[in-house]
């Protein structure tokens, strides 16, 4: 994948997300994986005692479904936009 084609990421800087265990985490950008040039999402949570630590994940995992006990459910679900704010957290701790 070409760098340019970093551009069509779903996810822009600043979109919030909520992973399936609950945690809320927003977007800061894209990546490549060095080891094999895939794209990758960089986010962060939004709640708990590491805020400051980034996370990266293959872009492809973001649309993911897992297999939980209510069903299949995708591993992340956006709830705002980059201009918008989210709902404040309720404690919870994903990943």
Same mark, same amino acid.
Not at 25 to 42: D, F, K, M, N, R
Not at 58 to 68: N, R, V, W, Y
Not at 73 to 90: C, G, H, M, T, Y
């Given at each position: ?6 551009? $069509? %990421? ?9 992973? &399936?265990?609950?945690? $809320? ?8 994986? !060095? ?5 990758g999402?960089? &986010?962060?949570? $939004?709640?708990?005692?590491? %805020?400051?630590? =980034? ?5 492809? !995992?973001f649309?993911d %479904? ?5 069903? =299949? ?23």
């Amino acid at each position: 994948m070409a760098l340019s084609q970093l551009h $069509l %990421q779903p996810f822009a800087p600043g979109t919030q997300l909520r992973h &399936y265990k609950g945690g $809320l985490y927003t977007v800061v950008g894209s990546c490549l994986i !060095e080891a094999t040039l895939q794209p990758g999402v960089l &986010y962060k949570p $939004l709640q708990g005692d590491s %805020q400051d630590v =980034l996370w990266m994940r293959p872009l492809a !995992e973001f649309h993911d %479904q897992i297999s939980t006990a209510a069903g =299949l459910v995708l591993r992340f679900v956006k709830i705002a936009d980059s201009n918008e704010k989210a709902p404040a957290p309720q404690g919870s701790k994903g990943f």
